[in-house]
């Protein structure tokens, strides 16, 4: 007869899985930004936000399980995880420990090839690359909706990352009771035309921003007299966005997008104390942005939590667009983003 064990007891064994995993995600871009929680610990968003997952900057995560460590073991970038990183992991993993029945520590060990905390999308690589390993380490059987819940609550962004192409993340229904909220919160891919878009990535300082995506969408909310109209005009952006995609016209989309995003400086900009990620080259980018519209070539801009900018255009314009691009600002790093895969677990053989 089949023992019966208690349930932090299990051996992975039993689950048919090898206690290791390693995944890759790629970072996406939004060009609906999430900006607000409505609750911070479940990780749920004010607003429904929609994005490209890039196909350029992957982060590789590997997960082992450590029966033996009283504790989580965790590099990231090949150091050792402190601090504010440190306890997002280890709160992820809890809760990874939590759903599947079973306790024990592990060894994490994560890379990103894009620059962290930069405004450039490493916590979406990141959490969507931890969520798909950790899940399968721990024996966890999800499906990619329940991936995508889970990888938010790591990161809200990461949320769109585990789907590839174009993905819409749902805020989910206000009402009804935390676990219904917490399932009803996930994204999912976004039909898509004729579009063949590029998004031109600007990287104007790699460094770390001063202020968090976390800490800053919270004093925005808490704060500015502009949020709330912004999350109104964000929702009626995102039906038109939808409906622009479908119709594959590059011009909309791009419109659509740059007011969005300058819509939401706008809102941090407002808060009390200001957060400003924007830079003197930030806006230099921008400007050469509006000389390539003003020569014909549609192409429009969009920035995250940092002063780097994106600049969607045609695939047929990308190396235009980054040519202008790196004229406009001499000393930044310029690269050619398509729409890319969603995560996905790595086999042994690296495959
Ligand atoms: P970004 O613009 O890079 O997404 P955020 O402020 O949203 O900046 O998040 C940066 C934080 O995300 C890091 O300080 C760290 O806590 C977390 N993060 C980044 N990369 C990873 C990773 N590969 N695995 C786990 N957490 C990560
Ligand atoms: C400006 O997903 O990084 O990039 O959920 O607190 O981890 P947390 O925040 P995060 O916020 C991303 C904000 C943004 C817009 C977007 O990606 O939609
Ligand atoms: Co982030």
């Known amino acids: 007869m089949h023992a019966e064990f208690p349930t932090n007891l299990i051996d992975v064994r039993e689950r048919g899985t090898a206690g290791r995993a390693t995944a890759v995600a790629h970072p996406n871009i939004a060009l609906i930004k999430y900006w607000g929680k409505r609750d911070e610990h479940l990780v749920l968003p004010r607003v429904d936000s929609l994005s490209m997952t890039l196909n350029v900057f992957p982060t590789t995560t590997s997960v082992r399980l450590a029966p033996r460590s009283g504790s989580d073991m965790v590099t990231l970038n090949g150091r050792p995880a402190a601090g504010e990183a440190l306890r997002r992991i280890v709160d992820f993993l809890d809760l990874v420990r939590e759903r599947a029945g079973l306790a024990h520590r592990a060894v994490v060990d994560s890379?990103?090839?894009v620059p962290t905390g930069a405004g450039l999308a490493s916590s979406a690589s990141g959490f969507a690359?931890?969520?798909?390993?950790?899940?399968?380490?721990?024996?966890?059987?999800?499906d990619a909706t329940a991936l995508s819940g889970?990888?938010?609550?790591?990161?809200?962004?990461?949320?769109?990352?585990?789907?590839?192409?174009?993905?819409?993340?749902?805020?989910?229904?206000?009402?009804?009771?935390?676990e219904e909220a917490d399932r009803s919160s996930y994204a999912e891919p976004v039909p898509v035309g004729d579009l063949d878009p590029a998004l031109v990535v600007a990287v104007v300082d790699a460094g770390p921003k001063p202020v968090s995506s976390r800490a800053a969408m919270r004093r925005t909310v808490d704060t500015s007299p502009l949020y709330e109209p912004w999350a109104v005009s964000s929702q009626a952006d995102l039906i038109e966005m939808r409906a622009a995609l479908l119709a594959g016209d590059i011009e909309a989309v791009g419109e659509i997008a740059e007011r969005n995003a300058l819509g939401m400086h706008a809102t941090m900009l407002a808060a009390r104390p200001a957060v400003r990620y924007l830079s003197p080259a930030t806006l230099t980018v921008l400007d050469s942005v509006l000389r390539l519209r003003q020569d014909g070539i549609p192409a429009y801009a969009t920035m995250d939590a940092g002063p780097n900018v994106k600049v969607l255009c045609r695939r047929v314009d990308a190396d235009r667009v980054a040519e202008a691009v790196c004229v406009a600002v001499p000393g930044g790093a310029v690269h050619i983003a398509e729409p890319g895969p969603g995560a996905r677990l790595l086999h042994g053989d690296g495959r």
Request: glycine share 16%; aromatic share 8%.
């Open 111 to 113: 890379e990103n090839t």
């Open 150 to 178: 889970l990888a938010r609550r790591g990161s809200g962004s990461a949320s769109r990352s585990v789907f590839g192409g174009f993905a819409v993340w749902h805020a989910g229904p206000d009402a009804g009771s935390a």
């Open 129 to 142: 690359a931890l969520a798909v390993a950790a899940a399968a380490a721990y024996g966890l059987d999800l």
